[in-house]
């Protein structure tokens, strides 16, 4: 089966090579596409200058227009497997089997990389970790599927959802909608233990105020979308 992973950057100057090289020593022969998201460092300079696959954004779309513009990639190209991979190298390319083996056996359509199950590894701030539980409280109340890392980046879909997600999905602060979209088109979803790593250059777009506003989004979108399947 033909894999992609998908690597959106934005401003990943310091951590994009060290990514590429993580995959490039546990999985040479999968192919990847970086999305640069129009960023303002050298990113893209660093892309080019070491001749690995990317696009590039002429305006910045933020997450999700970035990862969904992958996924509009491997569809195009006929891949059978999406996987998303953040850019700041918190994600493990060592774990990529995992996620990809329930989607190979075809027990599962789309698989999630979840921290929390073994809570090994870099667990994110409490902060955060408050505004996960809630989130996977609330898509359990409206959905009735529990998924404990509902913010991870790190997962993978299969044909039927790489189709999906080219054609719907959500721009801004993407993740836990894309479950409830899952659920909405009948897919079968699981986690599956991960170990990540804490980013170790720059910083998160999400801002203390901006995730306020992105607890606040994300609940209203979640809700919407119930209320509309």
Known sequence: MKVLVIIPAYNEQDNILDTIKDLDEFHPEIDRIVVNDDSQDETKKILSDNNINYIDLPINLGIGGGVQTGYIYA??????????????????ASELENIIKPILEKKFDVVIGSRFLLKKGFQSSFLRRTGISFLSRLIWGCT?????????????????????FAKEYAQDYPEPEAIVTVIRHQGKICEVPVMMRERQNGKSSISAIKSVYYMFKVSLAVVFKKLGG
Do not use: L
């Open 75 to 92: 569809y195009e190209n006929g891949y059978d497997i999406a996987v998303q991979m953040d850019g700041d190298g918190q994600h493990c």
């Open 144 to 164: 009735g599927i529990r998924i404990y890392d509902v913010t991870s980046g790190f997962r993978a879909v299969n044909r039927k959802f790489i189709e999906v």
